[in-house]
């Protein structure tokens, strides 16, 4: 199974990923990170906004497919991938990396709240960014850096992230409880420029092939109304 490699490792050259992604396409079967599922819309939600730009900010595991799929969805006007969860001077890959900085890799999402709400973004996350049950782990990586949670913005989104998590368990939606962490007040800081757009930047390479490119499809399969082909980047802006 391929695991995050070290900022050396992960600039490998472009033949051998290819090469490597085309093996692991045809010879391993699904795994879990690939698994997503229909869940019902939020009961409750934040109120219709003329606002034209809000923010939101998840963790779900490893910011490269995070940040893919968001950039992929209508109504988000860019995605960028950071830390969230500890202090500025440890907000670097290294350090967070250990898991001992209080950080997850965690993405800030801008959207148009006229265009799609706070908890279309939850829903999205829920079903296709991760599995909300595993805890301090997403598939291959693991590690409170790649914990699930939700850092809400103001009252409002947090009201929106509690009630919709008390609604999926409820309802028992997944097979195991639910471990998705909700902290306030806790500032987000973007990550290194070379993790910016990285999905896009690197679509052979193994571990984006593996665990990544399925996240993009099942946003496509599950929430056609939301899918958009060409992702709005970083690097545009």
Same mark, same amino acid.
């Given at each position: 199974?391929? +695991?995050?490699?070290?900022?050396?490792?992960? %600039?490998?050259?472009? /033949?051998?990923?290819?090469? /490597?992604?085309?093996?692991?396409?045809?010879?391993?079967? &699904?795994?879990?990170?690939? $698994?997503?599922?229909?869940?019902?819309? &939020?009961?409750?939600?934040?109120?219709?906004? !003329?606002?034209?730009?809000?923010?939101?900010?998840?963790?779900?595991?490893?910011?490269?497919?995070?940040?893919?799929?968001?950039?992929?969805?209508?109504?988000?006007?860019?995605?960028?991938?950071?830390?969230?969860?500890?202090?500025?001077?440890?907000? !670097?890959?290294?350090?967070?990396?250990?898991?001992?900085?209080?950080?997850?890799?965690? /993405?800030?999402?801008? %959207?148009?709240?006229?265009?799609?709400?706070?908890?279309?973004?939850? !829903?999205v996350f829920f079903?296709?960014?991760?599995?909300? +049950? $595993?805890?301090?782990? $997403?598939? &291959?990586?693991?590690?409170?850096? =790649?914990?699930?949670?939700?850092?809400?913005?103001?009252?409002?989104?947090?009201?929106?992230?509690?009630? =919709?998590?008390?609604?999926?368990?409820?309802?028992?939606?997944?097979?195991?409880?639910?471990?998705?962490?909700?902290?306030?007040?806790?500032?987000? %800081?973007?990550?290194?420029?070379?993790?910016?757009?990285?999905?896009?930047?690197?679509?052979?390479?193994?571990?984006?092939?593996?665990?990544?490119?399925?996240?993009?499809?099942?946003?496509?399969?599950?929430? &056609?109304?939301?899918?958009?082909? /060409?992702?709005?980047?970083?690097g545009s802006k």
């Amino acid at each position: 199974m391929f +695991t995050k490699a070290s900022p050396i490792l992960r %600039f490998v050259s472009v /033949v051998a990923a290819m090469m /490597v992604a085309t093996v692991v396409m045809r010879a391993v079967p &699904p795994t879990s990170q690939e $698994q997503a599922q229909v869940i019902p819309p &939020p009961a409750v939600d934040m109120p219709a906004s !003329q606002n034209a730009t809000d923010t939101a900010v998840l963790a779900g595991g490893c910011f490269w497919g995070v940040q893919g799929v968001y950039q992929h969805m209508k109504g988000v006007t860019a995605a960028v991938s950071g830390y969230a969860g500890g202090s500025q001077n440890s907000a !670097q890959y290294d350090a967070v990396s250990s898991g001992g900085t209080g950080h997850a890799e965690s /993405v800030q999402i801008t %959207f148009d709240p006229r265009q799609i709400s706070y908890g279309r973004l939850l !829903q999205v996350f829920f079903s296709v960014v991760h599995d909300p +049950t $595993q805890l301090n782990r $997403q598939g &291959p990586d693991v590690g409170t850096q =790649y914990r699930s949670a939700i850092f809400p913005a103001n009252a409002e989104q947090e009201k929106v992230a509690r009630a =919709y998590i008390a609604q999926l368990s409820q309802a028992r939606v997944f097979r195991a409880a639910l471990v998705t962490k909700i902290e306030t007040a806790r500032p987000f %800081f973007p990550a290194e420029k070379y993790h910016q757009d990285y999905l896009t930047k690197n679509p052979q390479q193994p571990y984006i092939v593996f665990n990544d490119l399925p996240k993009i499809e099942n946003l496509k399969r599950l929430f &056609p109304d939301l899918y958009r082909a /060409v992702p709005v980047l970083v690097g545009s802006k």
